[in-house]
């Protein structure tokens, strides 16, 4: 699944790529959260914000959810965790803290500089500019594979 989705073509085939996979990334991310003993919970990252990889799964599994396959991840939870509202402003700063931290070193993204700044409500198309910028970089933490230098 992770080598058919390539961030080297163009931004809207990234995006279907992403959507080809719904289920299968969907399944993975969850069962990450799943396994309390998975060692990615732990394992640093050196981000500030993003202290684990862990960190870095919880918010690729939102911004896919709500940015590349139209879902409402707070339907389930509602009553359990927060209003709607609460939760969506909640990942919102989440998604404007790890864009920040992207800026840290990667100064020129100006999907990240959006996001940054807007959280959630940044335009759809910087959201995706922005997980097609991350991809090359996160998918070694999820497929344990080693990790290359940004």
Known sequence: MFAYIRADK?????IQ????????????LN????????PIHEEPYGMKQLRTKYDIV???DKSLQLHVFGMDPYLEDRDSIGSHEEM???D?????WVASEWLEKHSYSEAAKDVALLGAE??????HRLLQE?????VPLLTGRSEKKS
């Open 10 to 14: 163009s931004t809207p085939d990234f």
């Open 17 to 28: 790529d992403l959507r080809d996979n719904k289920t299968h990334l969907l399944s993975y």
């Open 31 to 38: 069962e990450i959260f799943e396994d309390k003993d998975n």
């Open 58 to 60: 919880r918010y690729l």
């Open 88 to 90: 969506a402003e909640i």
């Open 92 to 96: 919102s700063h989440w998604m404007s």
């Open 122 to 127: 940044s335009a759809l198309h910087q959201h």
């Open 134 to 138: 991350m991809w090359p970089t996160f």
